[in-house]
């Protein structure tokens, strides 16, 4: 299985972010959304970088409740590890646990396409543990 076909499943929308809007305004997002991480834009649409849960509980430790009057652009991750479309499930989570991230824009053609997490990619691979184990069994059985 691979990064397009998780997409496929889940659905390709892509939320994103202005840099200069507000750490709350993100933060109303995510929860709208039920979503861990939004892709942050400057305002020609190019992708500057990447919001997570973690990078606003990292800045909120560090500074308080402050954060949440704070833009965008001082929280995000810059230039965030990407993944391209036809990456194999393996791949992705090799990257994760790699670069310890939780969320990876898909890209093809220089385009953000869409974005999987961590959870997209444990659930495809118990997926393919379980189709594997299914045709050991039916193999043994047969």
Do not use: W
């Not at 200069?20 to 039920?34: P, T, W």
Request: glycine share 6%.
């Amino acid at each position: 299985m691979k990064a397009e076909h998780i997409l496929q499943a889940k659905g390709a929308t892509v939320f994103s972010v202005l840099a200069a809007d507000k750490i709350s305004d993100a933060i109303s997002m995510l929860n709208e959304k039920n979503i861990g991480a939004v892709i942050v834009k400057d305002p020609t649409e190019k992708v500057v970088g990447i919001l997570s849960e973690r990078d606003i509980v990292r800045h909120m430790g560090a500074r308080g409740a402050g954060v949440l009057d704070m833009s965008v652009s001082d929280c995000m991750t810059p230039n965030p590890f990407t993944c391209a479309a036809d990456a194999t499930v393996d791949e992705l989570m090799a990257k994760m646990t790699d670069k310890r991230i939780r969320h990876l824009p898909v890209t093809q053609d220089d385009k953000i396409v869409g974005v999987v997490s961590i959870g997209d990619v444990v659930k495809r691979k118990i997926q393919q543990a379980e189709q594997e184990a299914q045709a050991l069994k039916e193999y043994i059985a047969s």
